[in-house]
């Protein structure tokens, strides 16, 4: 439960911290039932068409702040964050290969989607050399969004460990809660 608390703590305040994100609505730290063993819910500050290459990076950022906080807190990791992962890297390669946000490839669509109501497989149209490029490139922002996590994450620390004692006495937060824990 200890390593959930800060696992969501790391979601919350990256959440807050970052000036494109939405506001946190709920953390908790109770298992969902679905494979989580918590959740931090964001409240959308406006119903939005288009992302921004800053706003897509700050959620690489976000995504990644529940592995951060592991790492930093307990000096270990688990496997608690693959999901999070799996999303970081997912809206990484998109920005490579479909949305035009390279700087090495620019406006290139390398990547098409097949069956988008269907799961929304996808296929690279490159070749193995691009490829290559392509996971560097996705492999580059992760990391680069990952030590922006850890850097914010170390910057406020003490509200990470008073906002995972919080979490560890209540379970489940509402997004005021969270904001009090903040401006204490």
């Known amino acids: 439960k200890k390593i959930t608390a800060y696992?969501?703590?790391?979601?919350?305040?990256?959440?807050?911290?970052?000036?494109?994100?939405?506001s946190v609505h709920t953390i908790s730290i109770i298992p969902t039932g679905?494979?989580?063993?918590?959740?931090?819910?964001p409240l959308p500050k406006a119903d939005e068409m288009f992302n921004?290459?800053?706003?897509?990076?700050?959620?690489?950022?976000?995504?990644?702040?529940?592995?951060?906080a592991?790492?930093?807190?307990?000096h270990s990791?688990?496997?608690?964050?693959?999901?999070?992962?799996?999303?970081a890297t997912k809206l990484a390669r998109a920005m490579v290969t479909r949305y035009g946000m390279s700087e090495q490839f620019g406006m290139v669509a390398l990547e098409t989607v097949t069956n988008?109501?269907?799961?929304?497989?996808?296929?690279?149209a490159c070749s193995p050399e691009t490829a290559r490029a392509i996971d560097e490139e996705v492999i580059k922002t992760v990391k680069e969004q990952y030590g922006k996590a850890m850097e914010i994450l170390k910057e406020h620390a003490g509200k990470l460990n008073e906002l995972s004692a919080y979490l560890l006495e209540k379970e489940t937060i509402t997004?005021?809660?969270f904001m009090e824990i903040l401006n204490r």
Not at 34 to 41: H, K, L, P, Q, W
């Open 116 to 124: 988008q109501y269907l799961g929304g497989d996808t296929s690279l």
């Open 77 to 87: 990791i688990t496997t608690g964050a693959s999901n999070d992962i799996e999303q």
């Open 34 to 41: 679905m494979g989580a063993a918590g959740y931090t819910m």
């Open 52 to 68: 921004s290459k800053e706003k897509m990076r700050e959620h690489i950022v976000v995504s990644l702040g529940g592995r951060a």
């Open 7 to 22: 696992h969501e703590a790391g979601h919350a305040i990256l959440f807050h911290v970052l000036p494109k994100m939405e």
């Open 175 to 177: 997004g005021e809660e």
């Open 70 to 74: 592991e790492e930093f807190m307990f």
